[in-house]
């Protein structure tokens, strides 16, 4: 390509740009569009296939990876959701739309998930992606295809004994004007429960750190992660007997001394734990044991 060549093409590029600028589709295509969308939720949750199929074009095209399905037209999707419907009953739809985007002033595509739940069947789970089409002042569906929805791996199961800690705490010994206060609460995927804490002296926050608790999928063990504010660190392995949880924890403290303690967390009830700290060392001498502390739910937040 010459320079006055690539020169012509990009003028061409750019001007097609600014036409398109000035064909901003109105607000009311994106509520159209959802409109169709709840329609088709009311067709199907009827088991209404000729209200369904009138929501696509004539040449519709509807392909399910999960299934292998494809058809062509709206012909066949009407007969194929008249199937459905004969052979499955008490079956509902129900459609999470995740966006809308316009890729012209006449054609959108649209993400979200489907499910269908009810009868004896299992819930049939799918992402899809649509594409919609404005006729004669008209949106219609013109393409869909649909995907199963892949679950994230989950170490739920492996944690859910612990699940009762997801809240807000405080302890209920406050000596010294002093507080120790506790944010619980599951990350992405429940893979990691996250506790965030404070140690507050009157409105002063004296330290503050994180704790991650996790599965170990190679010790098969819930093993957890302590970062403090003053630049200590430790990592603990958590066993249960009954309603107590040992943690036995190994770290180091800011100034470079190694530190060891069994931390001993008793449930009580399911807003109320005592907290104690055993068995301590530093650098290999032993050290006083702490207090226990009782723990409640914090109710207020």
Not at 275 to 281: I, K, L, M, V
């Amino acid at each position: 390509m010459t320079k006055i060549t690539g020169f012509l093409t990009a003028l061409v590029v750019f001007g097609s740009m600014l036409a398109r600028a000035d064909e901003v589709p109105a607000p009311a295509d994106e509520a159209a569009i959802r409109k169709n969308v709840q329609a088709a939720v009311e067709a199907f949750n009827h088991r209404d296939a000729k209200a369904l199929a009138a929501l696509w074009s004539p040449e519709a095209v509807y392909t399910s990876r999960t299934s292998g399905t494809n058809l062509v037209g709206r012909t066949a999707i009407e007969k194929d959701y008249q199937d459905l419907f004969e052979s499955k009953k008490d079956r509902k739809l129900a459609i999470d739309v995740s966006s809308i985007d316009f890729v012209s002033p006449n054609v959108a595509i649209e993400r979200g998930t489907a499910k269908i739940t009810g009868g004896d069947e299992p819930v049939d789970e799918t992402d899809y992606s649509a594409v919609h089409v404005k006729r004669d002042g008209k949106w219609l569906l013109d393409r869909l295809t649909e995907d199963k929805v892949e679950k994230p791996p989950t170490h739920y199961e492996q944690l859910k004994e612990l699940e009762w800690l997801v809240g807000n705490w405080i302890d209920d010994d406050q000596e010294d004007n002093a507080q120790i206060s506790t944010e619980c609460q599951w990350a992405k995927n429940q893979n990691y429960i996250t506790r965030a804490f404070k140690v507050s002296i009157g409105d002063r926050v004296a330290m503050s750190g994180m704790q991650i608790i996790g599965w170990d999928g190679a010790a098969k063990k819930i093993r957890s992660w302590v970062f403090d504010s003053d630049g200590g660190y430790g990592e603990g392995v958590w066993h249960r007997k009954g309603n107590r949880w040992y943690i036995k924890q190994s770290g180091v403290l800011p100034d470079g001394q190694r530190s060891s303690e069994v931390n001993i967390l008793t449930k009580l009830d399911d807003n109320t734990f005592t907290w104690q700290s055993t068995n301590r060392e530093i650098d290999g001498d032993l050290q006083p044991n702490l207090d226990e502390i009782k723990v409640v739910r914090d109710t207020g937040k």
